[in-house]
């Protein structure tokens, strides 16, 4: 049998054993996978790439149902973030914004007002601008995989 990826001990990884290791992963796991990197295997047939696609495979759980679309495939990006309850009952439930691009701020000035508490309240609005020293990281593009069988 002819290897297929080099092992971190030098060892050659073959297809049984790129099978067995997807294998570990409980059904519904996402997983990042590096696709267009050299000398990728091909994913086995218990993973799919979650690009919202209707899953049609009678051996999966998932048979009849829309797989996420987390690799942006249909126009819409995500990002995958950590929550409280899988079943997205959590305040922050999947598809929900982190928050929006124009917030109000209440900023109090000294003087006098009616209530004589000698504050006067201005309102103001504040659109987020991009900055060209961000102090984020460069990204590596990545294709999200989710095991369905």
């Not at 696709?35 to 495979?57: A, F, H, I, M, R």
């Not at 929006?100 to 006098?112: F, L, N, R």
């Not at 006067?120 to 991009?130: L, P, S």
């Amino acid at each position: 049998m002819e290897g297929v990826f080099p092992k971190s001990d030098g060892d050659i990884l073959y297809d049984g054993d790129v099978n067995e290791l997807f294998n570990m992963s409980p059904i519904g796991s996402v997983t990042a996978w590096l696709k267009s990197y050299t000398n990728v295997p091909t994913l086995p047939d218990n993973w799919v790439e979650c690009n919202g696609q209707t899953l049609t495979d009678a051996d999966s759980l998932f048979n009849g149902q829309a797989i996420p679309d987390l690799n942006g495939f249909t126009g819409t990006q995500n990002f995958l973030r950590g929550g409280g309850a899988s079943d997205g009952s959590t305040p922050t439930a999947s598809g929900a914004t982190g928050g929006a691009e124009t917030h109000t701020h209440t900023i109090s000035k000294p003087g006098s007002n009616a209530s004589g508490s000698g504050e006067t309240g201005y309102t103001g609005t504040t659109a987020a601008t991009a900055s060209s020293s961000s102090s984020l990281p460069t990204n590596y593009e990545v294709v999200w995989i989710i095991r369905i069988k």
